[in-house]
């Protein structure tokens, strides 16, 4: 693991901060957001060290589909799936990104309002 990443997310990684796990695998991990904005807040989290989506290289393209089908399994498996649910990847200042690992929000259990602001 490349992980002596600073990021709150290298440490939940390494173990060294603790989170609610919904799903781990081989290449990503899941857990619940600590501040939730909607009734079903979940993060997931390829355990590649990505600060955002503009690193992302060719060679990423099915980590990031293989974080979409994970955040698909989730909803299904927490019941939210038919309802439906938001799914974001914030990049940078004006995407609102306060933590540079790659991750991606699954958010249910609300009506989602369009457009975000
Ligand atoms: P973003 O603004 O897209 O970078 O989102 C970062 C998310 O990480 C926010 O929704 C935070 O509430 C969440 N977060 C920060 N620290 C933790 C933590 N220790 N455990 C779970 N979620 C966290």
Redesign the pocket.
């Given at each position: 693991m490349t992980e002596k990443e600073e990021t709150?997310?290298g440490k939940?990684l390494c173990g060294d901060?603790p989170?609610e796990k919904v799903w781990q695998d081989d290449r990503c991990i899941a857990?619940?957001?600590?501040?939730?904005?909607a009734p079903r807040?979940i993060?997931v989290i390829p355990r590649k060290y990505i600060p955002t989506v503009n690193d992302l290289t060719e060679a990423d393209e099915s980590l990031v589909g293989h974080l979409i089908w994970v955040a698909a399994q989730i909803a299904r498996r927490e019941g939210f799936a038919d309802d439906g649910y938001r799914l974001?990847?914030?990049c940078n200042k004006h995407?609102?990104?306060?933590?540079?690992h790659l991750?991606l929000?699954i958010l249910g259990g609300r009506q989602m309002e369009w457009p975000p602001g």
């Open positions: 709150i997310f939940i901060v989170c857990f619940r957001d600590i501040a939730p904005v807040h993060l974001v990847m914030n995407g609102g990104q306060a933590v540079y991750h929000h």
